[in-house]
């Protein structure tokens, strides 16, 4: 089916070939991706970017000797390509299939497993340490975006790399995006950069020959570094790259190959800090992801031929975006961050509304809950929408700048629970842990769209202090509970004698399946949810254990620190005689696969959560 990519079965394959090859080879892997990922859904944009630069890449370096560390991850899929991964890409981000990040347990070629942004100098740093220490002569190379330097993780690594003068290789992918357009003074700086890569190649060649020439040859080349060095910083100002101690290289085009395979050779050749900077375009050879970049980042599975995906109803996130608006209209204090995510997050329509009340921090979440604390402080409400496990990020600041001063917050919190395919760098499963044990911290999980309206209006209007709101990815819903939300108050929305299930969130109409279910087999079920995780409704959990005896918790979090684990202390606490189980998921990395089938892995879904209720009651009879 492809005349050359046929031929590539590992990186030598790759060598093999003819340096005027490389471009056709190039088309044909694009061809590859669009096919490919538009059956299976996955990261399409930015891997039509890096096509060039990782095949120039693999032509130059010697994988899995050398190491290439892949900022993020969602751009390494032509590195899986080119690595002997092609013919798993059906089973792309798919359960016990290929993951859409690099991961070490996959292949030697994946040398760090990444799923976040802004790391990957750091561990490139921390090999290239290792390999000096150990007395050994790899390459280490960074691949990151633009987007990437939005991140303060990275000047902080950038400034220890360049103190140091440890040898690595840096390579800057400008393609003006992240997820959404970049913003801020950092992607000024990039815009503003221009330097042929003609003269590197020109320096490099010349030094060559000097420092062959006899006895005066080195002499002559220090000499012409030293008047070169001082006319250039006449001329061309430093870059903020050359004052951090990289030797800087670029603009150069990131899509010409013959360029990239010159000056990553260049590169190779120094022994100190590099930073390449190359520009490319975002879903470069596909039309409809050039000029939608947005939407082809992450995308489900789409026509090929158009470009069009399955149209996708209200979300938690659409209705999010669309509440939020209709209070920020009658509230003028209210401001809403993003993490370089305003799509993502709802918030797309925000600023078209409300420019001055929207603030873009790029991608650096602990900027942005410390910046919110600010805004609390000046007597704004800011709303900041961020990912579960992107608010991992700003830990410290949620704790230290918001809790600690009791400052009004509003936290959404997007993507809490399971979110499928992403896998493990991406599950939500730990905020009710990490922010439970937060003093001034409420944590409130809608189960329908009404709810979730309800919990906003009251987080941003009336209450005082740091709150937030957690809520899946997608639309699952509860069947109508009938009742409106009340700080502070769980809800019973079925009577039962024999079995209490305390559930929140999403997990409460598994709570209403499970219910259904047992009572065919006669276990009547009382249905406690929990709207308000903290501050906890401890007597509604306490009637509803003393009045059965027998308490099971589902939740979409890990089980340590989770509700069942809240709940099994507060009625230890209390000297509660009561049965107690918890469904929840792990203390182990949560693979990539659907919700469904992640729920079955881990025993979460109805069907398992009932045939271990019946088993536990055939046991007691016997």
Not at 138 to 147: C, E, K, L, P, S
Not at 152 to 175: F, V, W
Not at 427 to 453: A, C, K, R, V, W
């Amino acid at each position: 089916m492809y005349k050359l990519l046929d031929k590539i079965e590992s990186p030598n394959d790759l060598k093999k070939l003819d340096i005027c090859e490389l471009p056709e080879l190039c088309r044909e892997i694009r061809k590859f991706l669009i096919d490919s990922v538009s059956k299976t859904g996955g990261h399409l944009a930015s891997n039509l970017g890096v096509v060039e630069l990782t095949v120039a890449l693999h032509t130059v370096f010697n994988v899995p000797e050398d190491k290439i560390v892949f900022d993020v991850g969602h751009q390494a899929y032509v590195h899986k390509i080119l690595t002997g991964r092609r013919s798993q890409f059906d089973t792309l981000r798919k359960f016990n299939g290929m993951s859409g990040f690099p991961k070490r347990s996959e292949s030697p070629a994946d040398s760090f497993n990444t799923g976040h942004s802004s790391t990957s100098i750091s561990a490139a740093l921390g090999m290239a340490r290792g390999r000096d220490l150990a007395g050994e002569k790899y390459n280490v190379i960074a691949v990151f975006g633009d987007g990437a330097l939005t991140g303060g993780m990275m000047y902080e690594a950038m400034n220890d790399a360049g103190h140091s003068k440890t040898p690595l290789i840096l390579i800057l992918n400008d393609n003006a995006m992240s997820i959404s357009k970049n913003v801020g003074a950092i992607a000024s700086h990039l815009r503003n950069l221009r330097t042929s890569p003609f003269y590197f190649k020109s320096k490099h060649i010349i030094e060559r020959f000097l420092n062959k020439l006899p006895f005066a040859g080195n002499a002559i080349a220090n000499s012409i570094r030293t008047i070169k060095r001082g006319i250039r910083r006449m001329v061309i100002p430093t870059t903020l790259f050359d004052d951090l101690g990289f030797a800087y290289i670029g603009p150069v085009d990131g899509h010409d190959i013959n360029s990239l395979i010159s000056v990553l050779e260049y590169a190779k050749s120094e022994n100190k800090p590099v930073l390449i900077h190359i520009q490319t375009k975002k879903g470069r050879g596909y039309a409809p992801a050039e000029s939608n970049p947005q939407k082809f980042h992450g995308i489900s599975a789409f026509d090929a031929s158009t470009g069009e995906a399955k149209k996708s109803g209200e979300t938690y996130s659409s209705r999010f975006g669309t509440t939020l608006i209709e209070i920020a209209k009658k509230n003028d204090k209210v401001v809403a961050i993003t993490g370089a995510m305003p799509n993502g997050t709802g918030l797309s329509e925000f600023p078209k509304l409300f420019k001055k009340r929207f603030f873009d921090v790029g991608i650096a979440e602990q900027h942005g809950v410390t910046l919110a604390a600010g805004l609390a402080s000046a007597g704004y409400v800011p709303v900041i929408p961020l990912y579960s496990s992107f608010l991992q990020r700003a830990y410290d600041q949620t704790l230290h700048d918001v809790c600690l001063q009791n400052l009004h917050v509003v936290f959404p919190i997007d993507r809490a629970g399971i979110v499928g395919a992403d896998g493990e760098t991406h599950q939500g499963i730990y905020d009710i842990s990490y922010l439970s044990h937060m003093p001034n911290m409420s944590i409130l999980s809608p189960s329908t769209f009404l709810e979730l309206d309800q919990m906003l209006c009251y987080a941003v209007n009336e209450h005082n202090g740091p709150i937030a709101i957690r809520y899946p990815r997608g639309s699952t819903q509860a069947k109508t509970l009938g009742t409106a939300f009340k700080f502070g108050q769980a809800v019973t929305i079925s009577s039962g004698r024999n079995l209490a299930i305390i559930a929140t969130g999403r997990m409460v109409k598994r709570a209403q399946e499970v219910a259904d279910a047992l009572n065919q087999h006669h276990i009547s079920c009382e249905i406690l949810t929990l709207p308000t995780i903290k501050p906890l409704d401890e007597a509604a959990v306490i009637a509803a254990a003393m009045k059965t005896k027998n308490v099971i918790t589902i939740e979409d979090n890990v089980k340590i620190g989770g509700i069942g684990s809240i709940i099994a202390t507060l009625l230890s606490e209390k000297n509660i005689d009561a049965k107690m189980k918890i469904y929840a998921f792990p203390d182990t990395p949560i693979t990539h696969g659907t919700i469904d089938e992640l729920d079955r892995l881990y025993g979460l879904d109805t069907q398992s959560i009932v045939n271990d209720m019946l088993n536990q009651q055939t046991d007691e009879r016997r």
